[in-house]
């Protein structure tokens, strides 16, 4: 079943699934269960997917029974159903499982932080911290320092951040030292901030250490260390990440127009549109438009200049435009749910 799974025929999977659960093992019988109802989930046969997980949570298995009650709370959470989901995540942090327990608990968190209920996410977030969990500690951890942050108790945003920065943990270290950073160049303390996005970078994380790269770029543009910036913005093109390197080349072409190498910006506006990106590209577009519509302009001013019709001129061709600001990466996206 599984290695048909793998390989895409779902229904040899299927056929396989349902031999082991007719056998009525009792160890193998609860994971097949579990396994059919992730792939009718997969084909979107979600009565068929429910089946299976109540199935596979009510042989009781110590291992499979609380993996089918996560499975059917994120369930009940996706169609909206949030007692339901509370339900079964609650069931699966009775259960005690060494990996299910603090799993839910997270789960339980960032339903009640979505959910606005944040005193109960702040509980279940310092729950899943209390269980030293390697995984889901750290988790939860960027999560509470997120709730704090947003409460607006800094101190306790920091405490939290630089306690998943401090597990190591490969995800989500590099989380916590951008928001600590963001943090930080909030507050004004720069050389802290850059200390952590250079940590962040330093990790080499695939999504995280271009975006440490993109706001250590656009730190150092506001600061006007364009030679700096300029550095950055490189690196996080050089990374070829689908949504920073965008970014990246837009800021990097405001960077040249800024410093007056109009043919620089127009190379990077023009790669930037090129990647198609959804919110970068329709920018870079723009901003080429922008680009020919005041070279043509200039064109009009210095023909009229040198035949001496100034007075016909329309001044604001005259004057140098203001120049565009760097922007920060875009944002992740909100609270994610534990994988």
């Known amino acids: 079943g599984v290695l048909e799974h793998k390989q895409g025929d779902l229904a040899q999977a299927r056929h396989w699934y349902h031999e082991a659960i007719a056998t009525g093992h009792t160890l193998l019988a609860p994971s097949a269960m579990n396994n059919l109802g992730m792939l009718e989930e997969k084909l979107g046969d979600l009565a068929q997917a429910r089946h ?14 609380p ?34 327990a603090p799993r839910a608990m997270v789960h339980l968190g960032v339903l009640e ?26 988790s939860a951890m960027n999560n509470l320092g997120m709730l704090e942050e947003k409460l607006g108790d800094l101190a306790q ?17 590099p989380k916590a030292m951008i928001r600590l950073g963001s943090l930080e160049e909030e507050l004004g303390d720069l050389a802290q901030a850059r200390h952590w996005y250079h940590g962040a970078v330093a990790t080499g994380h695939v999504d995280r250490a271009p975006r440490a790269m993109v706001h250590l770029g656009v730190l150092e543009h506001k600061q006007g260390d364009l030679a700096q910036a300029r550095h950055w913005y490189h690196e996080a093109i050089a990374t070829g990440h ?14 040249e127009e800024k410093l007056g190498d109009l043919a620089q910006a127009r190379h990077w506006y023009h790669e930037a549109a090129a990647t198609g990106d959804t919110d970068e590209a329709p920018k870079a577009a723009a901003r080429l438009r922008d680009l020919d519509r005041r070279e043509k302009e200039s064109q009009q001013a210095s023909w009229y200049s040198n035949y001496g019709y100034l007075a016909y001129a329309d001044q604001s061709m005259m004057r140098r ?8 990466p875009p ?9």
Do not use: F
């Open 157 to 173: 945003a920091r405490h939290w951040y630089h306690e998943a920065a401090a597990t190591g943990d490969t995800d989500e270290a």
């Open 242 to 255: 689908t949504l920073l390197a965008p970014s990246a080349m837009n800021n990097l072409g405001m960077l």
């Open 67 to 100: 993996k089918a009650m996560i499975r059917l709370g994120s369930l009940e959470e996706e169609l909206g159903d949030l007692a339901q989901a509370r339900h079964w995540y609650h069931g699966a942090v009775a259960t005690g499982h060494v990996d299910r």
């Open 331 to 339: 944002k992740e996206e909100g609270l994610p749910a534990p994988q």
């Open 52 to 65: 299976w997980y109540h199935e596979a949570a009510a042989t009781g298995d110590t291992d499979e029974a």
């Open 321 to 328: 435009p203001s120049a565009p600001h760097p922007e920060e």
């Open 113 to 138: 932080h979505k959910q606005g209920d944040l005193a109960q996410a702040r509980h279940w977030y310092h729950e899943a911290i209390a269980t030293g969990h390697t995984l889901l500690a750290p």
